[in-house]
């Protein structure tokens, strides 16, 4: 039977906006079931009703979320039976082009880091893009560079709905934060983390040239 990865992906920080760091994460986990009790059980540790646990859950972000849930989620997938990855583009203040050729060459760069290990992949992306055709341009440019070898399928979803998507979400945010305002709650994970940092230009040059 084939073995597959489930990936969640997200991101942090703004593209067109005049700032100078822009960061996406991935969660990966081969049985998903295991991870989902992650978001729920912070909000009931937070002190919530339980029979709000579920649309407090739902609702929670690195960016609407306290610092004592954010530690929560972070030490507990710390403990959790995942991978995890970020990629952090340093963009010296350029408005990088919101456009689904630059959002796919993100997530090749990002997958690129683990696409070897795990051939076959079920990705889940938070959804960026509305627009059936500017999804459909996103799918095209990573399906192709996906190694032929392997298998792939791509959903982009509400992140509500997902909770590798959410648990990326805390990666991202608790990554681009490190880098905007020297928050040191990354540590919780960095010992699961593979991250990297690179600059825009380079990642796009090194993309448009396999492209081609």
Same mark, same amino acid.
């Given at each position: 039977?084939?073995?597959? $990865? &489930?990936?969640?992906?997200?991101?942090?920080?703004?593209?067109?906006?005049? !700032?100078?760091? +822009? !960061?996406?994460?991935?969660?990966?986990?081969?049985? /998903? $079931?295991?991870?989902?009790?992650?978001?729920?059980?912070?909000?009931?540790?937070?002190?919530?009703?339980?029979?709000?646990?579920?649309?407090?859950?739902?609702?929670?972000?690195?960016?609407?979320?306290?610092?004592?849930?954010? !530690?929560?989620?972070? $030490?507990?997938?710390?403990?959790?039976?995942?991978?995890? +990855?970020?990629?952090?583009?340093?963009?010296?203040? %350029?408005?990088?082009?919101?456009?689904?050729?630059?959002?796919?060459?993100?997530?090749?760069?990002?997958?690129?880091?683990?696409?070897?290990?795990?051939?076959?992949?079920?990705?889940?992306?938070?959804?960026? +893009? !509305?627009?059936?055709?500017?999804?459909?341009?996103?799918?095209?440019?990573? &399906?192709?560079?996906?190694? %032929?070898?392997?298998?792939?399928?791509?959903?982009?979803?509400?992140?509500?709905?997902? /909770?590798?998507?959410?648990?990326?979400? +805390?990666?991202?945010?608790?990554? &681009?934060?490190?880098?905007? $305002?020297?928050?040191?709650?990354?540590?919780?994970?960095? /010992?699961?983390?593979?991250?990297?940092?690179?600059?825009?230009?380079?990642?796009?040059? %090194?993309?448009?040239?396999?492209?081609?």
């Amino acid at each position: 039977m084939t073995e597959i $990865a &489930y990936v969640g992906l997200d991101e942090s920080g703004s593209l067109t906006g005049d !700032t100078p760091w +822009f !960061t996406v994460a991935a969660v990966i986990a081969s049985q /998903p $079931a295991a991870i989902r009790h992650l978001i729920r059980r912070a909000a009931l540790r937070s002190g919530k009703r339980s029979h709000r646990a579920a649309k407090v859950a739902s609702e929670l972000k690195w960016s609407n979320s306290s610092r004592r849930i954010r !530690t929560w989620v972070l $030490a507990d997938m710390a403990q959790a039976d995942v991978e995890i +990855f970020a990629l952090t583009v340093r963009k010296e203040r %350029r408005r990088i082009e919101d456009t689904p050729e630059h959002y796919a060459i993100l997530v090749c760069e990002l997958l690129s880091m683990c696409w070897n290990t795990h051939l076959n992949v079920a990705l889940s992306l938070d959804r960026h +893009f !509305t627009s059936s055709l500017q999804i459909a341009a996103v799918n095209t440019s990573i &399906y192709h560079q996906w190694p %032929r070898q392997g298998l792939l399928s791509i959903t982009h979803v509400d992140s509500q709905r997902s /909770p590798l998507v959410q648990l990326a979400d +805390f990666v991202a945010g608790s990554v &681009y934060s490190s880098y905007k $305002a020297n928050d040191q709650m990354v540590g919780l994970i960095e /010992p699961r983390l593979e991250a990297v940092v690179e600059d825009w230009p380079h990642i796009k040059a %090194r993309w448009m040239h396999r492209w081609q």
